[in-house]
């Protein structure tokens, strides 16, 4: 049926003729296999060998040409985890004169996006490894459209999350499986291959403990266009930010708070809150708010959003069902809970991502310090935490231990152990980690009143010098403002000076209101300094440096 379509759409024996005369084409981007994303015409799939092959001729191109480094360890990592050896992507070669002796192939005529979900069982895991990677590969590409043809090789079926990977393309994505239904030899006329890393936050501990990565290069505005996207095809609307702020009057004021309201996410299978009705109970009178509670199990994904996409809190257990902080508004407060003898500090993907610079979410955590309010499962399969099948030694001390020591993914049993405990949360030491946080709410208006716009390089930089004495002398440096700066308001602008005696490996620097100034301490005659000038817009937007100034006193 599939080869009816595309014969519909493209013309065989073009295609056919194409693909034999010109074999296959590769270009790259990305020095490295994990920062590589190849695009391909007419890459081709044989399911029965379960390989990706290359069709050589003499007009193909395969850029990067690795020769055998190719496999070294492969050619590029096909999910956004990086480097992580079962999601490696490469291919087989073959001389297009093969062709003759081979099924004939089947063409797709889609724009096609090839990649791994890591891991489509978890809701993190679908968010942070693939939904957002993948819409911003196709972002990176625009050919890979809303008609653009997602392809999963890992090898999974649909999963529970199957309609949010459906929300990325108007085509049904194809899974690994259902390749086999395009015959034995299928060719894909242009695809993708490989995901951008460039939006993930969190590494999940294959080589060292999990946490933040080490070089973040997303920022919230990039998370919360990819939430608004995918709410929009998802037909949520949400009450819009700049109508809940508009209007002054203080009855306004008073309707706007009635209709505040903090969500609790629920998990219903395992990591339980205990007392869930009396934590519901103690949120509402301390903040005098509804409380709603939202869960996986009765709810649809997209009615979740719904509500949390209005909440001013959500408060949840440690798990996978946080990544949905990310459809909550500006301003809105995280809190998570953490079981007995799991430290908040080592697991931060929700934190992380709350605190993302521009994401204007903030993040609570909470710990169970009671012993006596855990509940511990050692009799479940060790995937859930259980222990019994370890030697007596391990798991006695492992129940004696009062803090997971830092480990790596995926299998620590002390690990498992604590984090599927179930918890009576204790109220009061609850409610006093929520108070001591809210102190320090952030002022949103005031986060929003600072732009993001960096200053320029401060222009015609110049020195001036002068010898006083045998030991005194003076350094005048001036310069003009950034070019952009003309057409901002910035609420403070200053510049920062650095002084460096030529040859030294310390500078002195300075921060300063005005565009000169004239230094004389620490100067000396007949010496040479190097000196820097940038400008800083509100503190901490830092611009670029200008050519470094030689000043000879
Ligand atoms: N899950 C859930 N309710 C539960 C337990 C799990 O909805 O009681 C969901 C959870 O949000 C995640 C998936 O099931 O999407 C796997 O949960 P697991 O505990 O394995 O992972 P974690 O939440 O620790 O990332």
């Known amino acids: 049926q599939s080869q009816e379509v595309s014969q519909a759409r493209i013309d065989y024996h073009v295609a056919l003729q194409a693909l034999q005369e010109h074999g296959t ?8 296999h994990t920062d590589r994303i190849c695009r391909f015409d007419y890459l081709c799939y044989c399911s029965e060998a379960e390989e990706f092959v290359f069709f050589h001729s003499n007009s193909s191109v395969m850029l990067p040409n690795l020769g055998s480094r190719r496999f070294q360890p492969a050619l590029l990592d ?13 291919f087989l070669e073959l001389p297009a004169a093969a062709l003759k002796f081979m099924p004939k192939p089947v063409f797709v005529p889609d724009v096609t996006l090839i990649l791994n ?7 993190m895991h679908v968010f942070h490894d693939d939904l957002l990677p993948a819409f911003y590969t196709m972002k990176q590409y625009s050919d890979l459209d809303d008609e653009a043809r997602l392809v999963f090789m890992e090898g999974w079926g649909e999963g529970p999350h199957f309609d949010l990977y459906r929300l990325l393309s108007s085509k049904q994505p194809l899974l690994k499986e259902q390749l086999r239904n395009f015959g034995k030899l299928m060719c894909f006329t242009k ?23 080490a070089n973040i290069l997303v920022s919230g505005n990039e998370i919360r266009q990819f939430a608004r996207a995918l709410m929009e095809k998802m037909n ?15 009855d306004e ?11 609790v ?13 009396e934590l519901i109970m103690a949120l509402a009178q301390e903040f005098q708010m509804r409380v709603v509670t939202v869960s996986l199990e009765e709810q649809s994904f997209p009615s979740i959003i719904q509500v949390i996409s209005g909440a001013s809190m959500l408060v949840s257990m440690h798990g996978a069902q946080l990544i949905t902080s990310l459809f909550l508004p500006r301003g809105a407060a995280v809190v998570e809970l953490f079981p007995f003898a799991v430290n908040p500090e080592q697991y931060t993907p929700y934190k992380t991502l709350a605190s993302l610079p521009g994401m204007d979410l903030h993040y609570v955590s909470w710990r169970n310090t009671k012993e006596e309010n855990t509940v511990t499962h050692p009799d479940r399969p060790w995937e859930q935490g259980g222990i019994v099948h370890l030697e007596k030694d391990e798991q006695e001390r492992i129940l004696a231990s009062k803090d997971v020591p830092r480990h790596l993914c995926c299998r620590n049993p002390e690990w498992l152990f604590r984090i599927y405990q179930d918890t009576l949360v204790d109220i009061p030491s609850f409610l006093e980690v929520l108070r001591e946080a809210m102190k320090t709410k952030p002022n949103l208006k005031k986060a929003k009143a600072a ?4 200053p320029g390089r401060v222009r015609e930089p110049q020195c001036q010098t002068s010898v006083q004495t045998s030991n005194e002398a003076k350094l005048t440096v001036s310069w003009q403002i950034p070019w952009n700066l003309k057409y901002l308001k910035v609420r403070e602008v200053k510049y920062e000076v650095w002084i460096q005696e030529q040859g030294e490996n310390t500078y002195m620097p300075y921060i300063l209101p005005q565009q000169n100034y004239t230094f004389s301490e620490n100067i000396k005659p007949f010496t040479t300094y190097l000196v820097w000038v940038r400008c800083i817009f509100n503190k901490n937007l830092l611009g670029p440096f200008a050519d470094v100034l030689m000043c000879r006193t």
């Open 253 to 263: 004021k008073d309707k706007e708070k009635k209709d505040e309201y903090i969500v």
């Open 265 to 277: 996410f629920s998990r219903s299978a395992t990591r339980l809150i205990l007392n869930e009705a």
């Open 117 to 123: 979900r890591f891991n489509p069982d978890n809701l």
């Open 191 to 213: 695809s993708y291959v490989g995901l951008s890393k460039m939006t993930t936050w969190y590494q999940y501990g294959f080589v060292q403990p999990q946490g933040p990565k």
């Open 451 to 454: 732009s993001t716009v960096h």
């Open 236 to 250: 949520i609307s949400r009450v819009d930010e700049a109508e809940k702020d508009g209007g002054s009057a203080e």
């Open 78 to 90: 096909l999910s956004s985890v990086e480097d992580h050896n079962t999601q490696y992507f490469n």
């Open 25 to 32: 084409r590769m270009v790259c981007t990305g020095k490295m």
